[in-house]
């Protein structure tokens, strides 16, 4: 699945944390949820998924939209490609993709950045007050680091 490049670290991609996009995981989500639809038709299903995350991601993530991303600590400094729970506009884009049916979930795909996701920490994150001045806050609920940064889709 795509992710994210911050403008604040280039060459990094920050990827949608415990969020499977992959045409397989679709495709079986699609067969799981109806016994009825072919092989064939689960495969379309899943390209038209593909398609709306496409446009949903364009959409919310454009370049220099104003992003909350929980990492784990020090992975931003150190990684390429490092799993995330991405915030913007008060939305969680994680959580938003599984409940549009264009990601299943997948705890194994997230590590401690995931409770951003689901906890009473993540509920807290998502009602913090927009105005930040901090570049970077941490958290001790969690071994993760909040950054309020800009996005560029990937």
């Not at 038709?41 to 998924?49: E, I, N, S, V």
């Not at 496409?54 to 784990?72: Q, R």
Request: glycine share 10%; with cysteine; hydrophobic share 30%.
């Amino acid at each position: 699945m795509s992710g994210v490049e911050l403008n604040e670290y280039p060459g990094r991609t920050f990827h949608f944390s415990s969020v499977s996009g992959s045409m397989a995981e679709l495709t079986a989500e699609a067969l799981g949820s109806n016994n009825r639809m072919t092989k064939a038709q689960a495969a379309k299903d899943a390209d038209q998924r593909t398609a709306g995350r496409a446009l949903y991601l364009g959409k919310v993530l454009s370049k220099g939209t104003h992003i909350k991303a929980v990492v784990p600590r020090g992975s931003a400094g150190s990684e390429e490609d490092i799993q995330a729970v991405i915030s913007a506009d008060g939305d969680n884009i994680n959580r938003e993709l599984i409940n549009r049916g264009y990601g299943v979930f997948r705890t194994d795909l997230g590590g401690a950045e995931q409770q951003a996701m689901h906890g009473s920490s993540g509920r807290h994150w998502e009602s913090t007050p927009r105005q930040c001045s901090s570049k970077e806050i941490r958290t001790r609920s969690i071994p993760c680091a909040m950054y309020l940064l800009s996005s560029t889709p990937r």
